[in-house]
């Protein structure tokens, strides 16, 4: 099992990182740059619908998005995933079988527990290999219990549809995201934080683009998305200040 890292001591990304991403969405503003289209199947729009419908159980469980997305978008758990995700539909469970993590798919409240397990142990471990806490953790363990991160969850699951739309919009876009421009979780996080997600989707639902299905619009939504980080959130230099402190609100109008 793979430790979370904390995301509040996440290592920021590295300036060629960001120099790269910038490269990659650049192309809308700058015409003498050329970004390789990347063809998307059905099979990763499934993907993108199974994160969406992780990111609404986590909400449904009781987790604000802006705690969750966070823990989970920079966790090397979810870089486990990545993984999965990124493979072809024939290859996925055969993948899934010899990372043992089967039970990840099939109910989305296990791998929410997962990862807050990992990281209530992790956090109260004094190891330095937090690997092998991990493992001696799990040898001692009796039977599976929640983590304390867990305890005082609603015991009502949450249905406000406005909170669960949003969470599985989220999800979906970010995974959407890197299968987009075959980035990490990590690193699609690094350029698009929750509260310029949360932002972003305020102001699609004020617009046209709010009524029409995000299997439909998700490319159009990404595009102003990443329209906004090259001319707004990064600025000309993917390493420089933003230009525009104040234009997430307006990034989906």
Not at 167 to 196: I, N, P, Q
Not at 200 to 224: F, N, Q, T, W
Request: hydrophobic residues 40%; charged residues 25%.
């Amino acid at each position: 099992m793979i430790a979370s890292r904390n995301p509040a001591k996440s290592r920021p990304l590295s300036d060629n990182v960001k120099r790269l991403m910038w490269l990659a969405r650049a192309a809308p503003v700058n015409p003498r740059l050329i970004a390789e289209a990347r063809d998307i199947t059905d099979h990763d729009l499934d993907c993108c619908k199974m994160q969406g419908e992780l990111f609404m159980e986590a909400m449904s469980m009781g987790l604000s998005m802006e705690a969750f997305a966070p823990n989970y978008m920079t966790s090397k758990l979810a870089s486990l995933i990545d993984v999965s995700f990124a493979c072809t539909e024939e290859d996925v469970d055969e993948v899934i079988k010899n990372l043992h993590i089967p039970f990840l798919f099939k109910e989305p409240s296990c791998l929410v527990e997962a990862l807050y397990w990992i990281d209530d142990i992790v956090s109260r471990s004094q190891e330095e290999n937090k690997s092998l806490a991990l493992t001696k953790a799990l040898s001692e363990m009796d039977k599976p219990t929640l983590p304390a991160a867990l305890a005082v969850l609603p015991s009502e699951p949450i249905r406000d549809i406005s909170k669960l739309s949003y969470a599985y919009w989220l999800g979906y876009v970010y995974r959407y995201e890197c299968v987009l421009h075959e980035e990490s979780s990590r690193m699609v996080y690094g350029a698009f934080d929750e509260k310029t997600m949360r932002e972003a989707y305020a102001s699609l639902i004020r617009s046209p683009l709010g009524e029409v299905d995000l299997k439909d619009s998700v490319a159009e939504i990404c595009r102003r998305l990443d329209k906004h980080l090259v001319e707004n959130i990064w600025g000309n230099k993917p390493w420089g200040k933003p230009i525009h402190t104040d234009q997430a609100a307006y990034v989906l109008s």
